[in-house]
């Protein structure tokens, strides 16, 4: 297995709180992403990072920002979290060769995340 | 509009027996395809996939055969076996332009595999 780590595994939060989830690999890959899963919606697309400080807007990225200043780290803030933002949050890494991004992404466990 | 559709939601299977799960996608510019594994509260699995250059490819008892033309890949599974159960995700991509592969997930197929 692919070493990723996410934390915190579980989160329960108020509406309004700012909340960061981590995502710490140990494989040395250039590109990261952040995904949620939500019932009848499959995964998403938060932000993705293609090195370090290097990172770009997904298909939900509205309510959330990214930081990575270390390669093995990529961090996903929500600023304010919201109810909508109760999901399961995956963090995936991919290999590159040179710059370019190979296909297969592979994911960590998962952090759930409830916003009351 | 989605872009990556796996139209069934569940499936059922006898074990032992062929599973053969479909994904259809309406966006030309995908050009490699992937599967993926699902158990709960477990992160997906990569399973196996597929350039648009090539029409199968197979790896064990999982075989995905790509139709161009159709826009359609599917996953067959033989046999299947009781630890096959789980949610198998379709995914597409296609270079971003930053180098960067973007996945397009399908909603996913719960397999139920029945000992």
């Known amino acids: 297995d692919a070493g990723i780590t996410q934390s915190p595994r579980h989160k329960v939060t108020e509406t309004g709180t700012p909340v960061t989830l981590r995502c710490h690999q140990t494989?040395?890959?250039?590109?990261m992403y952040w995904y949620r899963q939500d019932p009848g919606h499959g995964l998403r697309l938060i932000h993705y990072s293609y090195g370090v400080k290097d990172t770009d807007k997904g298909e939900v990225s509205d309510g959330y920002s990214v930081s990575r200043s270390k390669t093995e780290d990529f961090l996903l803030t929500l600023e304010s979290a919201t109810s909508s933002q109760t999901s399961v949050y995956f963090c995936?890494?991919?290999?590159?060769?040179?710059?370019?991004?190979?296909?297969?992404?592979?994911f960590g466990p998962g952090t759930r995340l409830t916003v009351t | 509009d989605q872009q990556v559709k796996q139209n069934s939601p569940s499936l059922s299977v006898q074990e032992g027996r062929i599973s053969i799960l479909n994904c259809d996608y309406t966006?030309?510019?995908?050009?490699?395809f992937l599967w993926y594994k699902k158990y709960p509260a477990e992160g997906p699995t990569f399973l196996i996939s597929i350039s648009s250059i090539k029409d199968k490819n197979e790896d064990g008892r999982f075989t995905v055969f790509l139709n161009k033309s159709a826009k359609h890949l599917s996953l067959h599974i033989v046999p299947s076996q009781p630890g096959d159960s789980a949610v198998y995700f379709c995914a597409a991509s296609e270079d971003s332009g930053a180098g960067s592969y973007q996945l397009t997930f399908g909603k996913g197929t719960k397999l139920s595999v029945i000992p």
């Open positions: 966006n030309s510019m995908f050009d490699y």
């Open positions: 494989e040395n890959h250039r590109y």
């Open positions: 995936a890494i991919s290999e590159s060769l040179g710059t370019l991004a190979l296909g297969e992404q592979y």
